[in-house]
């Protein structure tokens, strides 16, 4: 069991950043596939960013280059950096926790949010132009 809050969002004018943060309580959160997914009224919730337990990111196009996704497993946290952004970034922002049993040869899919079982409450985040 896995219990994630975000904290982090809130309301930055286009070109500003924000850093994200999400803390997991569990004694084992190293042996957990996290990612970060958004979502805006009236859509399906997005995964944008990824990050294995070796530590490698994955990203969606529409903020690559932009984010950047990190972990510290000593700390239980996951942390997203956004940097230039933009009015369509404007969400809630989700962390999730994924046990990542299946490799990708076996149809794991980063941002399919069936993948993940355990998720935080979510964090607004507001780009103004």
């Known amino acids: 069991q896995v219990q994630l809050v975000e904290s982090g969002g809130g309301s930055v004018q286009a070109g500003g950043s924000l850093n994200l943060s999400c803390t997991a309580t569990t004694a084992v959160y190293s042996s957990y596939c996290m990612a970060w997914f958004r979502q805006t009224p009236g859509s399906e919730r997005e995964g944008i960013a990824f990050i294995s337990l070796l530590g490698r990111g994955k990203y969606a196009n529409a903020v690559k280059d932009r984010f950047s996704i990190s972990r510290d497993n000593a700390k239980n946290t996951l942390s997203l950096q956004m940097a230039s952004l933009k009015p369509e970034d404007t969400a809630l922002y989700y962390c999730?926790?994924?046990?990542?049993?299946?490799?990708?040869?076996?149809?794991?899919?980063?941002?399919?949010?069936?993948?993940?079982?355990?998720w935080g409450q979510g964090t607004q985040v507001t780009v103004s132009s």
């Open positions: 999730a926790a994924s046990t990542c049993l299946r490799s990708v040869r076996d149809g794991f899919r980063w941002n399919n949010v069936d993948e993940y079982p355990y």
